[in-house]
């Protein structure tokens, strides 16, 4: 149960584009379409921005999108706003009811 | 509203016990599947537990496999978490999040800190 592997920051100025990443092995992110992406504030729970990979829940704006070549996963959010600023992380199916999640990446919005 | 309560973190002994709590309201607890997630200080999210709705498949990671039982009680609506042998590096604080679907967790409480020294 590896961790998968994100980039440990990013960062992009308000109303740019950014990607982060996240690579596993074909046991888990490249073995499922059961990728997800969670966004926590300092201090405050996580929060759900995208699942099966792609699939935004409701109430999630559409700045945030996901997708997924062979290992590796990525969540784009466009239109950088300033209280993007976060953690992000990436988590995936890895076998029968268990996961697995990224290390997690800061974003900083310059 | 869909909201879950921990509780049961404090300060513990290595070598100790700790029964974390998790109290779910606002859905029907009983059709959904349960994890546990923890995140020492400073540090990423970490699976440690899942539960399926009727408690037949129970899954835990390697870290604390042997040393932990997850359990719910449909009837109370609440999930829960015994952990034994407490390491100092299972200070962090404690999550539990409902499976929303494939392999997600759509809610989460607002955790409780459990922390292990001496």
């Known amino acids: 149960q590896s961790a998968l592997t994100q980039p440990r920051s990013v960062s992009g100025s308000p109303g740019q584009s950014v990607t982060i990443s996240c690579t596993g092995t074909?046991?888990?992110?490249?073995?499922?379409?059961?990728v997800s992406w969670y966004q926590q504030h300092p201090g405050k729970a996580p929060k759900v921005l995208i699942h099966?990979?792609?699939k935004r829940p409701s109430g999630v704006p559409d700045r945030f999108s996901g997708s997924k070549s062979g290992n590796t996963a990525s969540l784009t959010i466009s239109g950088l706003q300033r209280e993007d600023e976060a953690d992000y992380y990436c988590?995936?199916?890895?076998?029968?009811?268990?996961?697995?999640f990224g290390g997690g990446t800061k974003l900083t919005v310059l | 509203e869909v909201q879950l309560v921990e509780s049961g973190g404090g300060l513990v002994k290595p070598g100790g016990s700790l029964r974390l709590s998790c109290a779910a309201s606002?859905?029907?607890?009983?059709?959904?599947?349960m994890n546990w997630v923890r995140q020492a200080p400073g540090q990423g999210l970490e699976w440690v537990s899942a539960?399926?709705?009727?408690?037949?498949?129970?899954h835990y990671a390697d870290s604390l496999k042997g040393r932990s039982t997850i359990s719910r009680d449909n009837a109370k609506n609440s999930l829960y978490l015994q952990m034994n042998s407490l390491r100092a590096e299972d200070t962090a604080v404690y999550y539990c999040?409902?499976?929303?679907?494939?392999?997600?967790?759509?809610?989460w409480g607002q955790g409780t800190l459990v922390i292990v020294s001496s």
């Open positions: 999040a409902r499976e929303g679907g494939n392999y997600f967790n759509d809610y």
């Open positions: 606002g859905f029907t607890f009983s059709s959904y599947a």
């Open positions: 539960i399926s709705s009727t408690s037949t498949y129970i």
């Open positions: 074909s046991s888990d992110v490249g073995g499922y379409n059961y």
């Open positions: 099966d990979v792609s």
């Open positions: 988590s995936s199916h890895a076998g029968t009811y268990t996961f697995v």
